[in-house]
C-alpha cells in the first residue's frame, strides 16, 4: 500500500496544480477554446470534474462490495459534459475543487482488502479498484495540458512521465504489431520499442516527456529528432 499512497500524495499535488491555474480564468477564458478540438475550456473542467465523481462512485462501491459504475452510460458522460461547460468559470472551479475532493476523501476511506475489489469502467474494461487513482492521476496530467493555460508536457513530473511512456509504448505494441522503430529518451537514457517490429521506422530521440505528448497526440513530434528521412510514423490514438 505504499505506492498506493505515494501515488494519492502525487495525485493531490497534482489536482492542487490544476486547481491553482484554474482559479485564474475569467468567464471569457472559460469559454476559450482547448487544445481539444471542439472543447472548451470549461469542457474540460466539466470532463475533470464529472470523471472525480465517476471515480469516487468506483471506490465507494469498492468499499462497500458492490458493483458501482463510473457513468450510467457514454451517452450520459457526454451530455453531462456538454451540459456544464458554459457555467461561468468560478462555477466551474467550484466544481472541480468539490469533486477532487470528494474523490481523495473517497480513496482515503478505503480499507486495504476493498482496492482488490474489482470495479467496471464505462468503457467495459474491468479491474481492481487500485486502477483508479492511477486513472485519475492520468486524467488531470493530460487535461491540465489541454486547458492551454501555460501547463505543458515538460511541466510534468519525470517520474510519472516515464511511467507512462513505458506504459503507452506497450500499448502501442500490442494495438500496432506492424510499426517497427524505437524511441529513446535523450534525458535518461531509456529506449523502448515503438510497436511489434525491429526498428524500420528508425530511432526517435526526445526527452520522455516530448515522446509521451507525442504518443498520446499532445504535441506534433515537431521537437523530435529522427535517424532516419520521413514524416514520423502515425500511432494509435489514446
Keep these: 500500500m505504499s505506492s498506493l499512497s505515494g501515488l494519492l500524495e502525487d495525485l493531490a499535488d497534482a489536482t492542487a496544480s490544476l486547481i491553482a491555474d484554474a482559479r485564474g480564468l475569467t468567464d471569457e477564458l472559460a469559454r476559450g477554446p482547448s487544445l481539444l478540438p471542439g472543447w472548451t475550456r470549461g469542457h474540460v473542467l466539466t ?3 464529472r470523471n472525480a465523481e465517476g471515480g469516487t462512485r468506483l471506490l465507494n462501491g469498492a468499499r462497500a462490495g458492490e458493483p458501482g459504475y463510473q457513468y450510467r452510460s457514454a451517452e450520459e458522460r457526454a451530455a453531462a459534459i456538454e451540459a456544464g461547460a458554459g457555467r461561468p468559470a468560478a462555477v466551474l472551479v467550484t466544481d ?6 470528494a474523490f481523495l476523501q473517497a480513496a482515503a476511506l478505503m480499507p ?5 475489489h474489482q470495479v467496471t469502467w464505462t468503457s467495459g474494461h474491468c479491474g481492481p479498484a487500485a486502477d483508479v487513482p492511477p486513472a485519475r492521476l492520468t ?3 493530460i487535461h491540465h495540458v489541454d486547458l492551454n493555460l501555460g501547463f505543458g508536457p515538460a511541466d510534468w513530473p519525470a517520474a510519472w512521465a516515464g511511467e ?3 506504459e503507452l509504448t506497450r ?3 500490442e494495438e500496432a504489431p506492424r510499426l517497427s522503430g524505437r524511441l529513446r529518451a535523450a534525458d535518461t537514457g531509456r529506449s523502448f520499442r515503438l510497436g511489434g517490429g525491429a526498428g524500420g521506422s ?3 530521440t526526445g526527452t520522455e516527456a516530448e515522446l509521451l505528448a507525442w504518443l498520446l497526440g499532445r504535441s506534433d513530434g515537431a521537437g523530435l529528432a529522427r535517424n532516419v528521412a520521413g514524416p514520423l510514423p502515425s500511432v494509435p490514438s489514446f
Design 96 to 101: 472541480l475543487r468539490a469533486s477532487a475532493a
Design 112 to 116: 486495504a482488502d476493498a482496492w482488490d
Design 47 to 49: 470532463h475533470l470534474a
Design 164 to 166: 507512462m511512456l513505458g
Design 171 to 173: 500499448q502501442v505494441a
Design 139 to 141: 486524467e488531470v496530467q
Design 202 to 204: 528508425g530511432e526517435i
